[in-house]
Nanobody
């Protein structure tokens, strides 16, 4: 079983920065990707950013140019540097790890989730 431990959330003023981290532990045979999702009150959970084992990154349009995802493969840790934060970034941020097996019917890997960390941006 894989466990994900998140840290770095908190309260920040608009225009400020936060750095989230997520460390994976447990039995990890292979990692396809790690990333961050967020869910604001009354909204569906959305992908914020992810990075594959090969280093390819993907971001939701609303954070491009402001957020940067990075990794430390040796530590199975992923980071999310969030700059120029806006009130609309306020949400619970969840760390995600995807790995084998892959299910063709749903075009997805098995996913593991952290407990979430609150990010609040005041105006």
């Amino acid at each position: 079983q894989v466990q994900l431990v998140e840290s770095g959330g908190g309260l920040v003023q608009a225009g400020g920065s936060l750095r989230l981290s997520c460390a994976a532990s447990g039995i990890i045979l292979s990692i396809n990707s790690m990333g961050w999702y967020r869910q604001a009150p009354g909204k569906q959970r959305e992908l914020v950013a992810k990075i594959t084992s090969g280093g390819t990154t993907d971001y939701v349009d609303s954070v491009k140019g402001r957020f940067t995802i990075s990794r430390d493969s040796a530590k199975n840790t992923v980071y999310l540097q969030m700059n120029s934060l806006k009130p609309e970034d306020t949400a619970v941020y969840y760390c995600n790890l995807e790995g084998p097996p892959y299910y063709p019917s749903t075009m997805s890997y098995i996913a593991y989730w952290g407990q979430g960390t609150q990010v609040t941006v005041s105006s």
